[in-house]
């Protein structure tokens, strides 16, 4: 990361949530970003927002996490919010069956309104359940090799592969947009990290849009 650089990060990058309602997408996105867990947990009203850091390679890299609701009602908020996202992870509930046909749904909107080159992480949550189970983990492994997606399977609950599953959909990311994170880190050396700093703004801007929209 440059010296220079006030900001404490030397690229950004949107990442949103998706999924039926009552899969278990804040309790992932809770887990992940303070450990924590909800068993009385709402559905989530328009969205709601987080953001982490990585280090990867030589660079920190903030990353905007987007938890979107999953009611028909929202479709049309949530849909605005996928603008920009370099990644998604898309999250069904093992123990219904309902939640696993939306797959489809759900990768339609991301294709028509999320960014070409979006990286997705097809993940079947609640995996703690495995006595009420109606989606095999062999069903979901083939519905993400037939759209070319990572896989795997998480427990809100318990944390696993919660971890595991950001991880590996950032370093994708990263990955898939070198490029342009390289040109971006060079006009944050050039300019003095002005564009970070209106990331920042940015965060800012979204949170308060979020409210406005949703309460």
Aim: glycine share 6%; proline share 1%.
């Amino acid at each position: 990361m440059n010296s220079q650089n006030p900001s404490g990060y030397d690229m950004i990058f949107k990442v949103v949530l998706i999924g039926d309602t009552s899969v278990g997408k804040t309790n992932i996105l809770s887990k992940y970003l303070t450990n924590d867990f909800d068993p009385d947990s709402k559905a989530t009203v328009g969205v709601e927002f987080g953001t982490k850091n990585f280090k990867i390679e030589d660079n920190i890299v903030k990353v905007q996490i987007w938890d979107t609701a999953g009611q028909e009602r929202y479709r049309s908020i949530t849909n605005a919010y996928y603008k920009g996202a370099k990644g998604s992870l898309l999250v069904y509930d093992i123990t219904n069956p309902k939640t696993f046909e939306s797959i489809d749904r759900w990768l339609s909107d991301l294709k028509v309104n999320g960014d070409e080159n979006i990286s997705v992480v097809l993940l079947g949550n609640k995996s703690d359940l495995e006595s009420d189970r109606k989606v095999t983990t062999q069903q979901g492994k083939e519905k993400a090799e037939f759209y070319k997606l990572a896989f795997m399977e998480t427990s809100a609950l318990n944390g696993d592969n919660i971890e595991r599953a950001f991880n590996e959909l950032i370093t994708d990311v990263y990955k898939n947009h070198h490029d342009l994170f390289e040109k971006q880190a060079k006009v944050v050396i050039n300019d003095k990290a002005i564009n970070l700093e209106n990331a920042d703004e940015n965060d800012e801007k979204m949170e308060k849009e979020k409210k406005g929209c949703c309460g």
